[in-house]
């Protein structure tokens, strides 16, 4: 059974910056971040294989997230730059089994956390 343990979330003020972690325990192919605002649905926001080799980025990631993973610690990590107030949701970390090219936001992910909040306004 995987168990996920997301952290990091915080009120920041636009244009600030934000580290998000991930602690897993257990075997995962994938992990994703997404995340979900009131009302709105969920969705992908970075995604990363257990090699590091592929990485996804949602079309307002790019540019501004980084995820990346330190095996030592089993922690997968989202760097988030320039926030803007429409980044403000619940950020959750999520795993799935399969193929590196699965890893992308389309494939469902089955193993969720609790979620993290993270509020950007001025």
């Known amino acids: 059974q995987v168990q996920l343990a997301e952290s990091g979330g915080d009120s920041v003020r636009p244009g600030g910056s934000l580290k998000l972690s991930c602690e897993v325990s257990?075997?995962?192919?994938?992990l994703g971040w997404f995340r979900q605002a009131p009302g709105e649905e969920r969705e992908g926001v970075a995604s990363i294989d257990r090699t590091g080799a592929i990485t996804y980025y949602s079309d307002s990631a790019k540019g501004r997230f980084t995820i990346s993973q330190d095996d030592s610690k089993k922690t997968v990590y989202l760097q988030m730059n320039s926030l803007k107030p429409e980044d403000s949701s619940l950020y959750y970390c999520?795993?799935?089994?399969?193929?590196?090219?699965?890893?992308?936001?389309?494939?469902?992910?089955?193993?969720w956390g609790q979620g993290t909040q993270v509020s950007v306004s001025s």
């Open positions: 257990g075997w995962y192919d994938c």
């Open positions: 999520a795993t799935k089994r399969g193929e590196m090219w699965t890893c992308s936001f389309k494939y469902t992910y089955t193993n």
